[in-house]
T-cell receptor, first 110, second 115 residues
Framework: GQNIDQPTEMTATEGAIVQINCTYQ??????LFWYQQHAGEAPTFLSY????GLEEKGRFSSFLSRSKGYSYLLLKELQMKDSASYLC???????????FGTGTQLKVEL | NAGVTQTPKFQVLKTGQSMTLQCAQD?????MSWYRQDPGMGLRLIHY???????DQGEVPNGYNVSRSTTEDFPLRLLSAAPSQTSVYFC??????????????FGPGTRLTVT
């Protein structure tokens, strides 16, 4: 079976750093995606990790540990526009099949 | 490029009606998929296709049919709508080339209400 866990909600302050964790147990694993979804909009791609380690992309970084079934998304210098849902998704192969977590709703406050 | 387009954006159906949600992409992507998104449930895969003429079931296929006659189009048919199918439906596409990140591009969604 496929199981992906991430916190339901998080709150952080503008300008701060926040880490959103994701743990996964999947049959077949080829990589880990993070997507951002603003309310009423479609998900948009943030990052993709295949190998263990940290991938940095501007204010966003994503980390993967395949042996621990664990990933996190790190958001630095938080801005109000970062208030959104962040979706963790495991690429489980069989074409490009993705299994999504339920998403973490991040609220950035002043 | 328009990317992934979906029509309609909003739809209200009565129980038992049938309809087709349209999805098209202009990126020549091999892989296309349909998800539904419900509060607290995340995105769940309904059906997917790895190329024209090839489709397969995802996690929640019951009550839905798909076909893939061209690379560009991947319509989703609701055979006999039920209130449990009230949801937001997203279509997505991606390339399957090995030198890419396989990121999926999502359409804007169709918000369906079944009464």
């Amino acid at each position: 079976g496929q199981n992906i866990d991430q916190p339901t909600e998080m709150t952080a302050t503008e300008g701060a750093i926040v880490q959103i964790n994701c743990t996964y147990q999947t049959s077949g694993f080829n990589g880990l995606f993070w997507y951002q979804q603003h309310a009423g909009e479609a998900p948009t791609f943030l990052s993709y990790n295949v190998l263990d380690g940290l991938e940095e992309k501007g204010r966003f970084s994503s980390f993967l540990s395949r042996s621990k079934g664990y990933s996190y998304l790190l958001l630095k210098e938080l801005q109000m526009k970062d208030s959104a849902s962040y979706l963790c998704a495991a690429y489980t192969g069989g074409g490009n099949k993705l299994t999504f977590g339920t998403g973490t709703q991040l609220k950035v406050e002043l | 490029n328009a990317g992934v387009t979906q029509t309609p954006k909003f739809q209200v159906l009565k129980t038992g009606q049938s309809m087709t949600l349209q999805c098209a992409q202009d990126m020549n992507h091999e892989y296309m998929s349909w998800y539904r998104q419900d509060p607290g449930m995340g995105l769940r895969l309904i059906h997917y296709s790895v190329g024209a003429g090839i489709t397969d079931q995802g996690e929640v296929p019951n009550g839905y049919n798909v076909s893939r006659s061209t690379t560009e189009d991947f319509p989703l048919r609701l055979l006999s709508a039920a209130p449990s199918q009230t949801s937001v439906y997203f279509c997505a596409s991606s390339t399957t080339r090995r030198d890419t990140t396989y990121e999926q591009y999502f359409g804007p969604g169709t918000r369906l209400t079944v009464t």
